[in-house]
C-alpha cells in the first residue's frame, strides 16, 4: 500500500527512499514503545531485531549463493563465547575482543565454503556438514566445562555504556536496542550495495548456473568463500550482542531448536532474495511465538503446524507476496489512468 | 590382571554392538526413506520417542511387554501412514533439489508439532525394563537387556535383508531406489513404494526407540537427539546404502562405546559428529 501510494503521490522512487525510511521509523521504537519497567516488550523487540540480521547474514549465503548454513547457532555461539573468553584471558572489554570473535567466525565460515565449494557439495551436502558442525560445537561447549564453563555458562555484561546509563538514567536496553540497530542498518546498507555491485551479479551467476558461470570466467570458489566469510562475520558480531541481551552465555541459547529453526522460518516466511524480508519476518514470527504464549502448553504444537503450512504454501515470503500484489492493483490503476485519459 | 582388562574390553565391545545395532536400524529408517523419495526425514527421532511413550502406557493396560510392544509398533506404523498420505504428497509434488528441502522443512515442522504434543501427553522420560536376566560368558557379563536387544534387532535385520532380497515387493523398490524411469517402464508405481517404505521407515524408527529405551531413557526431550544420531549414521554409512547403514551403525556404536569408556562422554559424543563429517568429506559423491 505504502509503495504504491508513495510511488503515486510524490513521484518518488520507492527504492531509493525505503532504506533510510525504514532505519529511520526503527530508531523512533525506543521514544515510542519502550517503557520503564515494561522491560518484556523491549527485550522482545530487541530480540526480534537481533534475529533480523542473522537472518539477513543467512540470506547472503543461503539466498544468494545456495550454501545452506545450518550452524547460524554454532556460529553465534563461538561468537559470543570468544568475545566473552578473550576479553576474560586479555583482561580488556569484550568491546576491545568483538572483532576477534567475528573474525573467527568469518574465517569458519570461509573454511567450510571453502572445502564444500572445492568437494563441489550440494546445497543438502552443506546443510547436513553444518548440521553435524552445529551439534559438535554445542556438544563442546556444554562438555568442555573448564573452558567454557560447560551448561552453567558464563555471566556476560560488558557490552554496556555504564556511563551513559548513570549519567544520563538511559535505560540499558535502549542502549542495546540501538547497537543492534546500527548493525542491522549496516548489514542492509551493505546487502543493497552487494545485490547491486559485482559481487551480486557474480552471485546471481553462480546460483541460476555454476558451470556456466565458471566458463565465462567467474570464479565460483572464491564468491562463495566471500559470501559464506561475510555471512558468519555478521553472525559472529551478533553473537555478543545477543548475549548481552540475556545477561549471560550458555549452550542452551545457541542451539539448533531456538536459532536455527527460527532464523530459517524468518527468512523463508519473510521472503529470501529481499531486503526487508528478514526484518517483516522476524517481526512476525516474534509476534506470532508471542501471541501464542496464551495457548499455553499448546504454543510449540501450532508452532509446528503453522510451519508445516508456511513452508507449503508459503514459500516465496510474505515481501515477494505483498509485492507482487501490490504490483497487480498498481498496474490496474495505471490502466485505468490510461484509460481515462483516451 | 591381563584377563580382567580382556574381559572389560569383551564387554565393551558387546556395550559397542548392542549401541551400534540400535544406531543401524535408526539410521535405516534414515537411508531407506531419503533413497527413495529424496525425503530426510527429520522427524525420525520423534516416531521412535512416541513409540516409547505409546508402549509404557499399554504396558499399564496390558501388563503384557511383548504385547505392548508390538501394539505400539503398529500404532506409529499408522501415524507414519497418516503422515504420508497428507504430508509427504505435497512434499512429492515438487521435484529434485527443491523436493530435498522441503522435505528437509516441512518433517522440521513436523517434529516441531509431535514434539509439542508428546511433551502435553507425557512430558517426563521412560525406559523399559526387559526382565532378561544377565548372563556370564567366559568370565564376561552380558546384560540381559544387550541380550534382548541384539537378538531383536538381528531378527529384523534379517527380515528386512530377506524382504529386500527375495519378495517382489522388496524388489520393487529396490528397483525404484536405482531407475525411477526403468521403475515405471515395469509398471512399478514409485508413490506407492514411496508410501511403503516410509511406513516400513516408521516402524523400523518404533522399534529402533522401544530397543534404545532399554538401556537409556527416552521421551520427548530425546526425539531430536535421536534424529540427529539417525542422521549421522545414515551420512556415514553412505545415505542411500542399506547395508552401509548397517555397518556405519556398529562402527559407530564402537567408536562411541570405547571413546566414552577411555575419554570421556562429551568426547564420544563429538566423536560421533567428526566421524560424520570425516565420512562427508571423504564421499560426498555417495551422500548426493
Not at chain 2, 17 to 44: D, E, H, P, W
Not at chain 2, 111 to 137: E, F, H, K, Q
Not at chain 2, 230 to 239: E, K, R
Amino acid at each position: 500500500m505504502i509503495h504504491a501510494l508513495l510511488t503515486r503521490v510524490g513521484g518518488t522512487d520507492w527504492e531509493t527512499i525505503r532504506l533510510p525510511l525504514v532505519l529511520g521509523l526503527l530508531a523512533l521504537v525506543p521514544p515510542v514503545v519502550f517503557r520503564e519497567g515494561a522491560t518484556y516488550v523491549s527485550r522482545l523487540i530487541i530480540l526480534a531485531a537481533i534475529f533480523a540480521t542473522l537472518a539477513t547474514a543467512l540470506n547472503i549465503v543461503f539466498g544468494h549463493t545456495d550454501q545452506l548454513f545450518l550452524f547460524v547457532g554454532a556460529l553465534t555461539g563461538i561468537g559470543a563465547y570468544t568475545t566473552a573468553l578473550s576479553a576474560e584471558a586479555l583482561g580488556v572489554s569484550p568491546w576491545a575482543t568483538l572483532l576477534i570473535g567475528a573474525l573467527l567466525t568469518g574465517v569458519i565460515g570461509a573454511l567450510v565454503c571453502y572445502v564444500a565449494a572445492r568437494l563441489q557439495f550440494t546445497v543438502i551436502l552443506i546443510a547436513i556438514l553444518t548440521l553435524a558442525l552445529q551439534f559438535a560445537v554445542i556438544e563442546f561447549f556444554v562438555g568442555a566445562r573448564d573452558i567454557t564453563g560447560g551448561s552453567t555458562g558464563l555471566i556476560f555484561s560488558g557490552l554496556g555504556f555504564e556511563s551513559l546509563q548513570e549519567g544520563f538514567g538511559i535505560h540499558e536496553h535502549v542502549i542495546l536496542y540501538y547497537l543492534v540497530l546500527a548493525l542491522l542498518g549496516a548489514t542492509f546498507v551493505f546487502y543493497e550495495w552487494l545485490r547491486d555491485s559485482t559481487y551480486g551479479l557474480a552471485f546471481d551467476a553462480i546460483r541460476q548456473d555454476e558451470v556456466a558461470a565458471e566458463s565465462i570466467g567467474v570464479d565460483v570458489v572464491r564468491y562463495k568463500v566471500l559470501a559464506g566469510f561475510t555471512s558468519a562475520f555478521i553472525i559472529g558480531l551478533v553473537g555478543p550482542l545477543y548475549a548481552q541481551l540475556e545477561g549471560f552465555v550458555i549452550p542452551g541459547l545457541f542451539e539448533f531448536q531456538v536459532i536455527d529453526v527460527l532464523v530459517l522460518i524468518i527468512l523463508i516466511v519473510g521472503g529470501m532474495r529481499t531486503l526487508l524480508g528478514p526484518l517483516v519476518g522476524a517481526g512476525l514470527v516474534v509476534w506470532i511465538d508471542e501471541g501464542l504464549a496464551s495457548t499455553g502448553e499448546w504454543r510449540t504444537v501450532i508452532f509446528g503446524a503453522l510451519l508445516i503450512f508456511l513452508f507449503l504454501y508459503f514459500r516465496q515470503g510474505v515481501v515477494p507476496f505483498a509485492d507482487r500484489i501490490l504490483n497487480d492493483r498498481f498496474r490496474t490503476r495505471e490502466r485505468i489512468a490510461t484509460w481515462r485519459e483516451s | 590382571m591381563v584377563s580382567a582388562s580382556v574381559t572389560q574390553l569383551v564387554e565393551f565391545a558387546i556395550d559397542g554392538i548392542t549401541q551400534g545395532l540400535v544406531l543401524a536400524l535408526l539410521g535405516l529408517g534414515i537411508t531407506i526413506v531419503f533413497g527413495l523419495g529424496g525425503v530426510l526425514n527429520l522427524s525420525i527421532g520423534v516416531f521412535s520417542a512416541i513409540a516409547v511413550v505409546i508402549a509404557i502406557e499399554l504396558l499399564g493396560i496390558t501388563s503384557s511387554l511383548p504385547l505392548s510392544i508390538v501394539l505400539a509398533v503398529v500404532a506409529v506404523t499408522g501415524l507414519g501412514l497418516v503422515v504420508d498420505k497428507s504430508l509427504l504428497s505435497f512434499v512429492y509434488r515438487s521435484e529434485g533439489e527443491e523436493r530435498v528441502l522441503l522435505g528437509i522443512f516441512v518433517t522440521l515442522g513436523l517434529a516441531t508439532l509431535l514434539d509439542g504434543l508428546l511433551v502435553i501427553a507425557r512430558p517426563s522420560s521412560y525406559s523399559l525394563s526387559v526382565g532378561v536376566p544377565s548372563t556370564t560368558v567366559f568370565g564376561a557379563q552380558i546384560r540381559g537387556s544387550s541380550i534382548a536387544i541384539i537378538v531383536i534387532s538381528l531378527a529384523l535385520f534379517a527380515g528386512l535383508y530377506y524382504f529386500f532380497r527375495r519378495t517382489y515387493l522388496g524388489r520393487a523398490t529396490r528397483t525404484v531406489l536405482q531407475d525411477e524411469t526403468g521403475a515405471v517402464l515395469c509398471g512399478i508405481s514409485p508413490r506407492k513404494m514411496r508410501t511403503l517404505v516410509f511406513v516400513l521407515s516408521a516402524s523400523i524408527a518404533a522399534v529402533a526407540g522401544i530397543l534404545y529405551s532399554f538401556t537409556q531413557q527416552v521421551g520427548a526431550a530425546e526425539g531430536f537427539e535421536l534424529t540427529i544420531l539417525a542422521l549421522i549414521v545414515s551420512i556415514v554409512g553412505g545415505v542411500t546404502s542399506i547395508v552401509g547403514a548397517v555397518a556405519a551403525g556398529l562402527v559407530l556404536g564402537l567408536i562411541a562405546t570405547f571413546t566414552s569408556a577411555y575419554v570421556g562422554a562429551y568426547v564420544a559424543e563429538i566423536a560421533l559428529f567428526a566421524a560424520a563429517i570425516v565420512a562427508l568429506l571423504l564421499q560426498p559423491e555417495q551422500v548426493a
